[in-house]
């Protein structure tokens, strides 16, 4: 069993509460709960890393999803993107065990919680309700609930805790999620019943969603004068950086003019990176043709080395490529630096 999402996952919230609801209900189960929760990450993010961060631990039965909020005030993206990101998650998780049982939860942070008021649906849950409806997932739409709540009078926006939730609202959540589950096994099976296979539409709703994403070491990629691969010396380091990526190797450059090429296989090609104070600008080419320019610094990284990835190349032919990184004279932040955690390929 597994829960993905950012930092409302990540924290103690609804997702120990899940936990321990369902060793209560079936206390003669052994569990394994794997915790792939990662603080700032959107669901672009979530389907390179699924592979490494959730598959890796098995076959998954029971998968929690939560990025509606990261898509929205971290990453900001448009519909394209949240639906690539979803649905690559569902769509890899269920070729890895099509038996895997997926709900996919939205929470809210105020900007939603006032569209929602408006009677509109905000564009990362209105994504997300399509991808879970083409795959038949499960959704709690704990954003709605809220927002009904607090119209109604029966629960305040700081009642609820905002957008990290505060024991109440987690509560809340959990027991969305406890109605969900217990209407689900409100039927005793069959005699002889057995596990079956959830179908897989044979057309995505985006032919290049990123249901093959993974990862690539940095240590693959030639890199030329200028880049260093180690663990960044964080002490002489404007900004913070948080523990879980303090001791990471990882692939540094801050030198305009410094390159690498990495050969990969696929449709799409990005970097998983840290973005700091001093993040600069990466020109990115894919098998020779024009550059394009990707900036890494963050609205987030004033004061803290943000995790995030950024696309480089997108829309390919799915065939070989080789990606040709170069640091950009031009910066955003004053610096030109670039440090990656992983390469991100699909």
């Known amino acids: 069993m597994a829960f993905m999402g950012g930092s409302i996952t990540e924290m103690n919230g609804y997702r120990p509460m899940v936990a321990a609801f369902l060793a209560k209900r079936f206390p003669e189960t052994e569990f394994t709960f794997t915790d792939a929760g990662v603080a700032s990450t959107c669901s672009t993010t979530g389907a390179f890393r699924l592979a490494a961060d959730v598959l890796s631990k098995g076959p998954v039965d029971l998968f929690f999803i939560e990025f509606a909020v ?5 990453a900001g993206h448009a519909r394209r993107e949240c639906i690539r990101g ?24 105020p900007g939603m919680l006032e569209t ?22 499960a959704t709690v739409n704990l954003a709605r609930e809220v927002a009904e709540r607090i119209t109604a009078g029966t629960l305040t ?12 609202g987690n509560a809340i959540c959990t027991r969305m999620i406890e109605h969900l589950l217990g209407r689900a096994w409100s039927r005793p099976l069959a005699a002889g019943a057995k596990p079956t296979p959830h179908p897989m539409p044979a057309a995505p709703l985006d032919p290049l969603h990123y249901g093959s994403g993974r990862f690539i070491d940095p240590s693959r990629a030639a890199a030329g004068d200028g880049w260093t691969l180690g663990v960044p010396d964080w002490s002489n380091l404007k900004g913070s950086c948080r523990s879980r990526f303090a001791k990471n190797r990882m692939l540094c450059a801050n030198r305009p003019g410094a390159e690498l090429t990495l050969r990969f296989t696929g449709t799409a090609v990005g970097a998983y990176v840290l973005a700091g104070p001093d993040a600069g600008v990466v020109e990115a080419t894919v098998d020779g043709g024009p550059p394009k320019q990707v900036a890494l610094y963050h609205r987030y990284s ?3 080395h943000y995790p995030r ?9 799915p065939a070989e490529h080789t990606l040709r990184l170069r640091i950009a004279q031009k910066t955003s932040s004053g610096g030109h630096a670039m440090r990656i955690l992983q390469f991100a390929a699909n």
Do not use: C
């Not at 990261?70 to 971290?74: A, F, G, I, S, V």
């Not at 509109?120 to 409806?133: D, F, R, Y």
């Open 70 to 74: 990261n898509d929205d005030q971290d």
């Open 86 to 109: 979803m649905e690559g998650i569902i769509r890899h998780t269920r070729r890895h065990n099509p038996r895997a049982d997926i709900v996919v939860t939205h929470f809210v942070n």
């Open 116 to 137: 929602i008021q408006a009677g509109k649906t905000p564009l990362t849950i209105g994504s997300h309700e399509t991808v879970a409806e083409h795959y038949g997932a």
């Open 157 to 168: 926006w700081k009642q609820f805790g905002g957008t990290h939730p505060a024991p109440l």
């Open 302 to 304: 004033k004061g803290l």
């Open 309 to 317: 990835t950024v696309m480089l190349a997108t829309d390919l032919k």
